[in-house]
């Protein structure tokens, strides 16, 4: 039996401006370190901030303003030097860290939700992204695919996890239950009343440790210097994430959260065995599978809109995977 800390980051991003919020990170990293976190996670698109203007804008009539034009350049090539800069923070943290970012796909113009895993070497175990944007969000995020759809072994088990909505996809959590996931992350923007209860329900059903994240972000966060700004968003009392941060044990017991209302760091301590024993009286990817009855076919292909073939002398060709977008 191995106890650890896990942390949970309710901040609140330096809004649509990569380098600065990777500098929070870094500072959040740290801190959380300091506290004797093992496991770090950060919400939802938190890199540079979750688009929420997609909720209070006409489809395509982003104005003046072009919020979709001032992601573009904020958004985060992988692997890039901010990349780096957030693997060497797990690097001297000693920690997984676990961040959303919006990824700007290299040799395309789309952008992604993903969700990013370092390991305390500091390399990037791995990112998923996300499968089916929700509404609004499909006028500024393209669609995932199975590719990133696994888990990753750590010191402390199985590590994992889905973004926001997706956690309400059902064989979304099966493919993950298939790999024996123990510690599942869910960091997200809903900051509903249903939500932890949702966090609740999947740590029960994947007899698995479940760490939600969610941001603090008010109007006041919106930079003012953005041309019609002040038309979709107030000031401190324009709450567009009050946060819903929380912990949750294998049996749905909260251990710690949710945080309501403010920024801060959710802590608790973890025991490694539990997943393991809880799986006893349920085992969704076990005696209580049914594989004669169900069974679930994941497909991890990369999805590619071009692949070249080209003669290995043809210098001059460009494949995928060639291009790598500027920062």
Partial sequence: MVSITVAGIQATPAFLDRDATIGIVIDQVAQAAEAGARVIVFPEAFVPGY???VWRTKPFQDGEADWYGRLSKAAIAVPSD??????????QAQAYVVVGVHELADGEHTIYNS?????PSGDLLG???KLMPTGGERLVWGMGDGSGLRTYATDYGRLGGLIC???????ARAALYGEGIDIYVAPTWDNSDQWVPTLQHIAKEGRCYVIGASPFLRGSDIP???PGRDDLYGQDEDLLS??????????GTILAGPLVGEAGIVLAEIETAAPMAAKQAFDPNGHYARPDVFQLLVNRTARRAVTYVRDDSDASSVTAGDHQPAE
């Fill in 51 to 53: 688009p929420d203007w």
């Fill in 82 to 91: 901010g990349t780096q800069r957030i693997g060497e923070a797990a690097r």
């Fill in 115 to 119: 969700l990013l895993f370092f390991g």
């Fill in 127 to 129: 990112k998923h992204r």
């Fill in 165 to 171: 909505w997706e956690n309400y996809m059902p064989l």
């Fill in 224 to 226: 003012g210097d953005i």
């Fill in 242 to 251: 009050r946060g819903t941060t929380a912990i949750v044990a294998p049996d």
